[in-house]
Nanobody
Framework: QVQLVESGGGLVHTGGSLRLSCAAS????????MGWFRQAPGKEREFVAV????????GYGDSVKGRFAISRDIAKNTVYLQMSSLKPEDTAVYYC????????????????WGQGTQVTVSS
């Protein structure tokens, strides 16, 4: 199993940047693909980004392509989400997730979830 703890959320103005972190417990961090999702009030959960267990492959949701970047530091058991050019519609609770299975779909198959961190973008 793996436990995930997000941090780095907060309030930022439109056009600003923020970096989220997700610290994973356990010694098998490199066995998991790591993803970021978000959920705004009254909306369904939305896939944001994923990075492969090797760190060599990444994927993004259409709404964040070109603005967000996912990365991971295996030595620190941490995955990051660098968010730039933020918009009010990026306001949501952001969740980190992990999956051990090999799944083709970017947004499917996640077994472990963090508790989330709030990101608010003011206009």
């Amino acid at each position: 199993q793996v436990q995930l703890v997000e941090s780095g959320g907060g309030l930022v103005h439109t056009g600003g940047s923020l970096r989220l972190s997700c610290a994973a417990s356990g010694r098998t961090f490199s066995s998991y693909d790591m993803g970021w999702f978000r959920q705004a009030p009254g909306k369904e959960r939305e896939f944001v980004a994923v990075i492969s267990r090797s760190g060599r492959a990444t994927g993004y949701g259409d709404s964040v392509k070109g603005r967000f970047a996912i990365s991971r530091d295996i030595a620190k058991n941490t995955v990051y989400l660098q968010m730039s050019s933020l918009k009010p519609e990026d306001t949501a609770v952001y969740y980190c997730a992990a999956r051990s299975r090999v799944v083709l779909a970017l947004s499917d198959g996640y077994d472990y979830w963090g508790q989330g961190t709030q990101v608010t973008v003011s206009s």
